[in-house]
């Protein structure tokens, strides 16, 4: 049965900083991982979407990263911003293309 | 374009009662999933459509949970005997394909009293 762990649970951080989110899974048989923001009181949007063959993908400020030999993904957030601050959220696909999602990491950026 | 759509957005209910959960996905979308969040928690996965049919339902807590996409769009989750622990934000995706990113509604918060 997939688990996935993200850590640290929170995170608050100056603004500016370059920060990274870590994101752990125990069957590497996966065929994708994604990373999604949430915002209070809202739903999940999708950030990068890393396909099993892929080592990692990058969309503005942010770069995701891969290793399923490791079960391990980061999510890496250069320059942080406060509008950066929200719960970060990584989901591994499996063959059934179900999506374990992790508890989240709670990131605060203050300005 | 319109993104996922889920009605009502809130939902109070009383125990034993029965409810239903609409979510409208992206026009074209063959994939909507299920899933609820409890507060400080990840979703939990409930259950997977592809196309009708539902590819994967091994998350459904118990059989008081159906849910139905009868022509491939809508769907509805349905709860019935409502007891105060189905209290959370269920969530519904969608998604074009089997390796395409997830495209999440708001969630209906449901109360049950």
């Known amino acids: 049965k997939q688990e996935v762990t993200q850590i640290p649970a929170a995170l608050s951080v100056p603004e500016g900083e370059n920060l990274v989110l870590n994101c752990s899974f125990t069957?590497?048989?996966?065929?994708?991982l994604q990373w999604f923001r949430q915002d209070p009181g809202k739903g999940l949007t999708s950030l990068l979407l890393?396909?099993?063959?892929?080592r990692e993908q990058t969309s503005g400020r942010l770069n995701a990263s891969l290793d399923k030999s490791s079960g391990r993904s980061t999510l890496y957030i250069a320059a942080s911003q406060p509008g950066d601050s929200a719960t970060y959220l990584c989901?591994?696909?499996?063959?059934?293309?179900?999506?374990?999602f992790g508890t989240g990491t709670r990131l605060k950026v203050l300005a | 374009g319109a993104g996922v759509s889920q009605t009502p957005s809130n939902k109070v209910t009383e125990k034993g009662k029965y409810v239903e959960l609409r979510c409208d996905p992206i026009s074209g979308h063959t994939a909507l999933y299920w899933y609820r969040q409890s507060l400080g928690q990840g979703p939990e996965f409930l259950i997977y459509?592809?196309?009708?049919?539902?590819?994967?339902d091994s998350g459904l807590p118990n059989d008081r949970f159906f849910a139905v996409r009868p022509e491939g769009s809508v769907s509805t989750l349905k709860i019935q005997r409502t007891e105060r622990g189905d209290s959370a934000v269920y969530l519904c995706?969608?998604?074009?394909?089997?390796?395409?990113?997830?495209?999440f509604g708001n969630g209906t918060r449901l109360t049950v009293t």
């Open positions: 459509f592809q196309g009708t049919g539902a590819a994967d």
């Open positions: 989901a591994s696909g499996g063959g059934t293309y179900k999506y374990i």
């Open positions: 890393i396909q099993s063959s892929q």
């Open positions: 069957d590497s048989a996966i065929y994708n």
């Open positions: 995706a969608s998604s074009p394909g089997q390796h395409s990113p997830l495209h």
